[in-house]
């Protein structure tokens, strides 16, 4: 069974332009959650979509934005670029009808901002 | 507001030695309790879980972890340590399960041949 694939690994961006990741979870999962982490802020969570609905959201601002397809993928989009948004971006999966079930998570995509 | 706290911030241990880790956290309710390792460029996995029954759970490779209430806590031991256990390890708290995690600032774990 293929891990949870995100693409790109790496992006290198400058200040202003936006910015889509993409997320591919495992087969059948239907659950894909987004982590942002820094080394000062460490690992915050994004957004969660579940059948292409947000379910659960973090406390950052309307730059971030994500949405889920019919087929589980998950793009996640920031706007207006800012030099504090360079950061590794994690995306997991799960089921997403469990509550204390697992995620899994893929290697992440470095965005640096210039 | 809920929070996780990992008072420590690096860790070096001998190969062959005992380890633990610290981890606390501020959560109203019952807490469903998590610990992740994360190896250099890659995501996360998972070691082990708690939400609820025996407080002492076993994980994977090794590891296992004790829920105190009293102290609200959920520490991370492993007897032996190997080589390549040398890595990050996070706590986590989940507010709506797994679904939603707070993550503490994490430990690097750095072992000494």
């Known amino acids: 069974k293929a891990g949870v694939t995100q693409t790109p690994r790496y992006l290198i961006k400058t200040r202003g332009q936006q910015v889509t990741l993409s997320c591919s979870p495992i087969s059948g999962h239907r659950s894909v959650s987004w982590y942002q982490q820094t080394p000062g802020q460490g690992l915050q969570f994004l957004f969660e979509?579940?059948?292409?609905?947000?379910?659960n959201k973090g406390n950052f601002p309307g730059r971030f934005s994500g949405r889920q397809f019919s087929n589980s993928r998950s793009e996640m989009n920031v706007s207006t670029l800012e030099l504090g948004d360079s950061a590794l971006y994690l995306c997991a999966s799960s089921g997403g009808r469990q509550l204390g079930e697992k995620l899994f998570f893929g290697s992440g995509t470095q965005l640096s901002v210039l | 507001a809920q929070s996780v706290t990992q008072p420590d911030i690096h860790i070096t241990v001998s190969e062959g030695a005992s380890l633990e880790l610290r981890c606390n956290y501020s959560?109203?309710?019952?807490?469903?309790l998590f610990w992740y390792v994360q190896s250099p460029g890659q995501g996360l996995q998972l070691l082990l879980k708690y939400f609820s029954g025996d407080t002492l759970v076993q994980g994977i490779k090794g590891f296992e972890a004790e829920f105190k209430r009293s102290q609200s806590s959920f520490n991370l031991r492993k007897p032996s340590v190997h080589w390549s256990d040398a890595a990050e390890y996070f706590c986590?708290?989940?507010?709506?399960?797994?679904?939603?995690?707070?993550f503490g600032q994490g430990t690097r774990l750095t072992i000494n041949p």
């Open positions: 959560y109203g309710a019952t807490p469903y």
């Open positions: 979509y579940f059948s292409e609905t947000q379910r």
């Open positions: 986590a708290v989940g507010l709506q399960g797994a679904q939603k995690l707070v």
